[in-house]
């Protein structure tokens, strides 16, 4: 057989069991034809063939991002970008709404993302009445780097049908100064607030076009969707996909930020939907939200908050109803997972697991936890056990590690986002992003992963430091167990997609700490390029 494409000389890193490195893969119909030495594999050359000469320098499976929001990512590239250090102040934010504001219809919204009140002058949030100065034409709605914390002005509130009286939702907290409404919304009060501020099935489907450019270009092949606006971003998500308007494959959760457990039970009710689908597009697990945010900081934890004794976060749900839908989602058949970031929720989900994997026993559920950021000595040998299956963001230590050390102490973050310990005790942990919260460049994760340094240069938690393969092993192979597609993707070898990224550099040769340096050059999908980085 003649190949379509050979790659050769080149530092071929093909994440199988034994971990090989070869110089050379050749790839006809889409598929891993063969991978080995560059001699041998040039015998499967015909004119016809493309041949890459990648100089010395890495191929790689196409990187899997476990946990990334795309609707919302591709949102925030048609919102204001507030984002430190492009934006420090409250007074920069306003200027950026005012200007928006000309060019915007009135009554039409203003969205704005990415602010950190850490770090803008005065460590505080935009208000109500900040927001008013900046316009009081249009709702406007800024969303914290966290995604579970928004500042409204008085119009978005309206809209929302919000006032001094509203009581908190449980699981949120409508800001309030003495009584009146202060325009901030905390988890579930702010999830809420997404109904008001919907995007149009026209905006949404840009949104998908515009995330999925920007992810191939970072070398991302595979998608889990962590969800965010329901049903309507689910039959979005997939006709786009099955009309080849989206390139990535996509895992989706069954998640949205709108009204969740009547989302979920839709699903349950109707007895379908776990493992639908195709290598294209797949339903993933049912998604629970039960706690807060690292950086909010709102994270649940079993201690408090080294910054302030008298807050140890946010419980979304109770036991009792993380127990009731774990298990009814477990007996249906469906892999099921949940936000849980503080070691207080970690241990609510992996309670609610064990009682459910008692109840009704089975074999290589690979039930999941997002972020799982926080664990402990009691925690390591239960997930094991258990075989779930964590979903790490070391990402989130280099934008959110200065603050972490302020929230939770050294103790603590020592230990979050745990991935020497996972692979330690044996236990198959993923990479993400969790994009639009942080970078959804995965060689930045990868870079966290090995160096765990954070945005101002400071070394964090370096106990729990992984090799270059390790922390490539997570955005691959590993992220393709989480799914259940090993067969099929997550490494270069015979009969696997074509799923793969050249690197601008070896990055089994480059200096460690130089990672971040490192760019994609081309980004293959089902043996096509779809992303070619010019000089």
């Not at 890459?52 to 191929?59: H, K, P, T, V």
């Not at 099935?201 to 595979?222: M, Q």
């Not at 270059?468 to 997609?497: C, D, H, P, Q």
Request: hydrophobic share 40%.
């Amino acid at each position: 057989m003649n190949a379509d494409i050979i790659f050769y000389n080149g530092e071929v890193i093909t994440m199988d069991a034994a971990d090989s490195i070869v110089q050379a893969v050749a790839v006809k119909d889409g598929l891993i034809m063969a991978a080995g030495a560059s001699g041998q594999i040039k015998m499967f050359q015909s004119p016809d063939t493309k041949m890459i000469d990648l100089a010395g320098r890495s191929l790689v499976p196409g990187f899997i991002d476990s946990h990334l929001h795309m609707g919302i990512l591709g949102m925030n590239t048609m919102s204001l970008d507030l984002r430190y250090p492009g934006v420090k102040s409250i007074e920069e934010i306003k200027a950026l709404i005012r200007e928006k504001a000309k060019t915007t219809p009135k009554g039409e919204w203003i969205r704005g993302w990415g602010y950190d009140h850490s770090k803008l002058a005065g460590n505080r949030h935009p208000t109500k009445d900040d927001l008013d100065d900046a316009s009081r034409d249009h709702p406007v709605i800024v969303t914290r780097a966290c995604s579970h914390i928004s500042a409204h002005n008085s119009l978005s509130l309206e809209i929302a049908g919000i006032t001094d009286g509203t009581p908190n939702p449980e699981g949120g907290i409508i800001g309030r100064d003495k009584g009146k409404l202060n325009g901030l919304m905390f988890e579930n009060a702010h999830m809420n607030m997404t109904k008001a501020a919907l995007p149009s099935e026209e905006e949404l489907r840009l949104a998908f076009r515009n995330a999925n450019e920007l992810l191939i270009s970072e070398g991302v092949t595979g998608v889990h969707d962590a969800g965010g606006y329901g049903q309507m971003q689910m039959d979005i998500l997939r006709e786009m996909v099955e009309s080849g308007a989206i390139d990535i494959k996509i895992y989706a959760m069954l998640f949205s930020f709108i009204d969740n457990l009547s989302y979920i039970n839709s699903y349950i009710e109707k007895g379908c939907g776990a493992g639908e689908g195709n290598a294209k597009f797949r339903i993933g697990p049912v998604k629970l939200m039960i706690d807060g945010s690292s950086s909010g900081p709102t994270a649940a934890t079993i201690e408090p908050y080294t910054s302030n004794p008298n807050d140890s976060g946010i419980m979304t749900m109770t036991q009792k109803e993380i127990n009731a839908y774990i298990l009814r989602a477990h007996k249906a058949g469906y892999q099921v997972t949940s936000h849980a970031v503080g070691d207080r929720a970690v241990t609510a989900i992996v309670d609610a697991i064990e009682k459910a994997m008692m109840a009704y026993p089975a074999e290589n559920r690979r039930h999941r936890i997002e972020h799982c950021a926080m664990t402990n000595r009691e925690l390591l040998p239960r997930i094991k056990k258990l075989g779930i299956v964590p979903i790490a963001q070391p990402v989130f230590l280099y934008e959110f590690g200065d603050g972490y050390m302020r929230n939770y102490g050294k103790e603590r973050v020592d230990n979050m986002f745990a991935c020497r310990s996972f692979f330690d005790n044996g236990i198959v942990c993923a990479g993400s992003s969790d994009s639009p919260i942080t970078f959804s460049n995965p060689i930045l994760g990868i870079h966290s992963a090995v160096n765990r340094t954070t945005q101002t240069g400071r070394a964090i938690s370096q106990g729990q430091k992984v090799s270059v393969l390790e922390a490539l092993r997570m955005y691959t192979s590993n992220g393709a167990w989480a799914s259940f597609e090993e067969k099929r993707k997550g490494s270069i070898e015979k009969g696997k997609a074509a799923d793969l990224a050249v690197l601008s550099h070896s990055l089994l040769k480059h200096n460690p700490d130089r990672i971040s340096d490192i760019q994609v050059d081309m980004t293959i999908i089902d043996g096509r390029i779809r992303f070619l980085r010019l000089p």
